[in-house]
């Protein structure tokens, strides 16, 4: 069974208490966890949910009312940052009361909370270290919350982002679309020979350049036995960012246009009235789309509700 910490009220509550106020009675050990055992509209936590090698934290909110089999939408913190503080600082909570999505906010276990997305272990299918513990997670949540697998999308914010891309390119068989949000390419941190959850200075300060075919190669090699769909992907990147440096959004360019056999020249790249003056979205194709910050640094604000409209939500 699921074990569940929240954050508020419940926490002060003897467990026997919390366990009498779970709709549907006591679960039995074999039972499938019901979504509704989730405490409603409050970060909670949730642990002994599979395999989780480096033991990375992981809190669910549920809103009030759940969709019918709902999407599943996994947010992840940028370095310094916690699940704590990325429900805080965005709207991701606020917005599944009204669309009846299901938020995992996974925390970073490592010193500096800094995600792995360097190993060889992170960037390979079932292979191991941070990947795998938020992907257990998505598998929990499909096998008893009622989740629609063909719903599960990831998204964060700089190292959240990073992670989004290894999540896209490690374990397109799990996500169906991914939105990056001032971070680098699959693959682009990897330092297969160094510490889990290594800095890539050569990859962050732009200067890791690659062929597309070459970026692609990477995506392929993270689950080489996969021939099935690729999420689709939306990155966002500051021209003025000099933490992630915007060489990285040119790269991401290459890599997920050549996944997806578009061209490198977008569609159309357009300005959006609900965007600042100086952001452009050059759209590629159906699944990819890449904005353009002029003048934004590390990290580009969040859209929140723009997110939920590409990933079919809102
Ligand atoms: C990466 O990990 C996979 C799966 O554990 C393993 O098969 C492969 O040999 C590793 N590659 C490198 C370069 O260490
Ligand atoms: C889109 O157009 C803007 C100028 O409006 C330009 O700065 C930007 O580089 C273009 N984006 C891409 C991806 O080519
Ligand atoms: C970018 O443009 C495409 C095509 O018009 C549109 O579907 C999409 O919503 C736009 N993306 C953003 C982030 O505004």
């Given at each position: 069974m699921?074990f569940f910490?929240t ?11 919390l ?6 009675g006591?679960?039995?050990s ?11 509209s409050t970060l ?8 989780n ?5 992981m ?13 599943l939408?996994?947010?992840l913190?940028?370095c ?8 805080e600082g965005?709207t991701?909570?606020?917005l599944s009361?009204?669309y ?6 996974p925390s ?5 909370t800094?995600w792995?997305?360097s ?5 390979t299918?079932?292979g ?11 598998r929990?949540a499909?096998d008893n919350w009622?989740v629609?697998?063909l ?19 490690a374990?397109?068989d799990v996500f169906?679309?991914g ?8 693959g682009?941190?990897?330092l297969?020979?160094e ?7 050569e990859c962050a300060e ?8 070459e970026?692609a ?16 992907m ?7 960012d ?12 290459k890599?997920?246009?050549t996944v ?6 977008p569609?159309s790249?357009?300005?959006e009235?609900?965007?600042p ?6 759209t590629?194709?159906a699944?990819f ?11 580009v604000p969040?859209?929140?509700?723009q997110?939920?409209?590409?990933l079919g939500?809102?």
């Amino acid at each position: 069974m699921v074990f569940f910490k929240t954050l508020s009220f419940y926490a002060l509550l003897p467990l026997v208490t919390l366990v009498a106020a779970v709709p549907n009675g006591t679960p039995s050990s074999s039972a499938p966890e019901s979504v509704t055992s989730i405490p409603a509209s409050t970060l909670t936590q949730i642990t002994d949910f599979g395999t989780n090698p480096n033991d990375v934290g992981m809190y669910v909110y549920r809103p009030a009312t759940v969709a019918d089999n709902p999407p599943l939408v996994v947010a992840l913190h940028y370095c310094t940052g916690t699940a704590q503080a990325y429900y805080e600082g965005s709207t991701f909570a606020q917005l599944s009361e009204t669309y009846g999505y299901i938020v995992l906010f996974p925390s970073s276990p490592h010193e500096g909370t800094c995600w792995d997305v360097s190993s060889n272990e992170t960037l390979t299918h079932d292979g191991g270290s941070d990947s795998l513990g938020i992907v257990s997670a998505v598998r929990y949540a499909i096998d008893n919350w009622g989740v629609d697998s063909l719903r599960v999308y990831a998204l964060g914010t700089s190292s959240g982002a990073m992670m989004t891309s290894v999540l896209a390119g490690a374990y397109p068989d799990v996500f169906s679309a991914g939105i990056v949000d001032s971070g680098v390419a699959y693959g682009c941190f990897a330092l297969p020979d160094e510490p889990e959850d290594s800095w890539n200075s050569e990859c962050a300060e732009g200067e890791l350049i690659l062929t597309g075919e070459e970026w692609a190669e990477r995506v392929y090699s993270a689950y080489p036995d996969y021939s099935g769909a690729r999420p689709k992907m939306q990155v966002w990147h500051g021209t003025a960012d000099t933490t992630i440096y915007p060489q990285n959004f040119y790269e991401e360019i290459k890599q997920w246009t050549t996944v997806f056999g578009y061209s490198e020249t977008p569609i159309s790249n357009v300005s959006e009235s609900y965007l600042p003056s100086g952001y452009s979205n050059s759209t590629y194709g159906a699944n990819f789309q890449a904005i353009l910050a002029q003048g934004v640094g590390h990290t580009v604000p969040l859209y929140e509700q723009q997110y939920l409209e590409f990933l079919g939500i809102a």
